[in-house]
């Protein structure tokens, strides 16, 4: 391992063993190298207010619109059972998967993170199942409390499940439209694109003006997506999902023009992505209104 990655590493480790959460958060922002200080005592960007609701927000209905299994049933209720894709299978560890069980197409990811442990299957035929299991056990490993502060993972109980292959007008991906929400309100819809083999994303507004803006991850300005003809709907999705929180990402995909569930993210990012310029940073931060401490 390169010296500097293993002293981060290693660094990193020894940060998460911190039990004080504010202390933490702390000294995670000051490892990320965001350009400004953290303010959590009058916080305006929408970074720093993400770090206060990890302190402050902490509603025990989070976690289960974290948990990428149970969530499915609270989604269904709220806006119908046709938006969900339908799971193939759950377990609790990857030597329990049945794969001769499982279609030649299917994805296999983790319920409690994201990106660590996701397989997308589109021939089983090529699948390297010792690999699938050894990623999915690393996946499992992961604490998004521990790493993060973010308090809705940390009663998810770790699993894995299998879902439906789908793939969009593309023919061989699944693009992300991740919907900003603020006080039950979208904002910004955020493409993410590309995303195995140099990660871009492109951001809107609710009227499908593109915005002059990243966050984290560039953007190919030779590339545009047409408004979705269900944009719409996706709109009212959001709104329907994040009533009456604060601030939640809600991920939608759309094949064919229907609509289908994601997930839901209540830290984007874990609030420590960069986001350019630093005004558009504020301006999110302006559309947060945070709760009351009580």
Known sequence: MNP????????????????DDELYIKLMWKLSRLNYPLNLSNPQTFNEKLQ???LHDRNPKYTIMVDKIRVKEWVASKIGEQHIIPTLGVWESPEDIDFDSL???????????????????????LMNKKKVIKDLKKGLQQNYYKEG???????????VLAEKYMEDESGFELKDYKVFNFNGEPKIIEIDYDRF?????HL???DWNKIDATIEFPSDPDRSFEKPK??????????????GIPHVRTDFYIVRDRIYFGEMTFF??????????????????????LPALT
């Open 103 to 125: 279609p030649n197409q299917f994805v296999l990811k983790c319920n409690h993170n994201s990106g660590i442990g996701v397989y997308v299957c589109k021939d089983k035929r």
């Open 197 to 201: 083999k140099g990660h871009k994303r």
């Open 52 to 54: 206060w609701l990890k």
């Open 230 to 243: 269900v944009l719409d709907q996706l709109l009212s999705l959001a709104r329907t999902l994040s009533e």
């Open 268 to 289: 984007h990012g874990s609030g420590l992505e960069h986001i350019t310029p630093l005004d558009f940073d504020k301006q999110m931060g302006s559309w947060l209104i």
């Open 4 to 19: 500097s990655l293993l002293v981060t590493h290693t660094l990193n480790r020894i940060v998460t063993m911190i039990p």
């Open 204 to 206: 809107y507004d609710v």
């Open 149 to 159: 502060r973010e308090w809705p993972y940390k009663n998810v109980k770790p699993m």
